[in-house]
Nanobody, 116 residues
Framework: QVQLVESGGGLVQAGGSLRLSCAAS????????MGWFRQAPGKEREFVAA????????YYADSVKGRFTISRDNAKNTVYLQMNSLKPEDTAVYYC?????????WGQGTQVTVSS
């Protein structure tokens, strides 16, 4: 399995942008599909975006489609989430996820707070 470390969270005003990064350890990063999930206080963890191992396919929750972009750099073992036009309802802890034949791994999360 891979170990995942997220970064890039913070406080931003509504309408602003943030870019989250998730750095993965291990030599098999390129074999994993990667995703971002988020969990707001008092709510269930929910899917945000995912990307295939090659980067050729991406998937988004309806709530973020057109505002967020997921990408990956397999040479750097890193997956990104570019978040534009942020809304207060995007406030949550964002978690990176790796899913492959060796199993599923989660990062520790990074807080994103969007003020109105």
């Amino acid at each position: 399995q891979v170990q995942l470390v997220e970064s890039g969270g913070g406080l931003v005003q509504a309408g602003g942008s943030l870019r989250l990064s998730c750095a993965a350890s291990g030599r098999t990063f390129s074999s994993y599909a990667m995703g971002w999930f988020r969990q707001a206080p008092g709510k269930e963890r929910e899917f945000v975006a995912a990307i295939s191992w090659s980067g050729g396919s991406t998937y988004y929750a309806d709530s973020v489609k057109g505002r967020f972009t997921i990408s990956r750099d397999n040479a750097k073992n890193t997956v990104y989430l570019q978040m534009n036009s942020l809304k207060p309802e995007d406030t949550a802890v964002y978690y990176c996820n790796a899913d492959g034949v060796a199993g599923t791994s989660w990062g520790q999360g990074t807080q994103v707070t969007v003020s109105s």
